[in-house]
Nanobody
Framework: QVQLAESGGGLVRPGGSLRLSCTVS????????MNWYRQAPGTERYLVAT???????VYVDSVKGRFTISRDNAKKTAYLQMNSLKPEDTAVYYC?????????????????WGQGTQVIVSS
């Protein structure tokens, strides 16, 4: 029932920009952390950026100063603004979130993944 949908990926030249979006759907109470991961072919998936419900952010060193994670709680959406893109940013980008929902009479906290969106940075 709960789903995360990413959009905004594509092909861009080095130095260009893209903005990724991740929208949560379903009957939820709220969202704790929202995260962006990426995975290049033949490599492990790793965390690129995370944002708490209150707006605290953490970035991997390789994207600091270039990427900005943000969220709109009313729209249940997270964004990743990617500027000054480099070829090494090429990867599938995955949205991830910790989501609060009701299960029976208990509030649950469950981690969800989006389907991924491809970003290719190439000349």
């Amino acid at each position: 029932q709960v789903q995360l949908a990413e959009s905004g990926g594509g092909l861009v030249r080095p130095g260009g920009s893209l903005r990724l979006s991740c929208t949560v759907s379903g009957d939820i109470i709220g969202i704790n952390n929202m995260n962006w991961y990426r995975q290049a072919p033949g490599t492990e998936r790793y965390l690129v950026a995370t944002i708490s419900e209150s707006g605290r952010t953490v970035y991997v060193d390789s994207v600091k100063g270039r990427f900005t994670i943000s969220r709109d709680n009313a729209k249940k959406t997270a964004y990743l603004q990617m500027n000054s893109l480099k070829p090494e940013d090429t990867a599938v980008y995955y949205c991830n979130a910790d989501i609060r929902a009701y299960s029976k009479v208990q509030v649950t906290l469950t981690n969800y993944w989006g389907q991924g969106t491809q970003v290719i940075v190439s000349s």
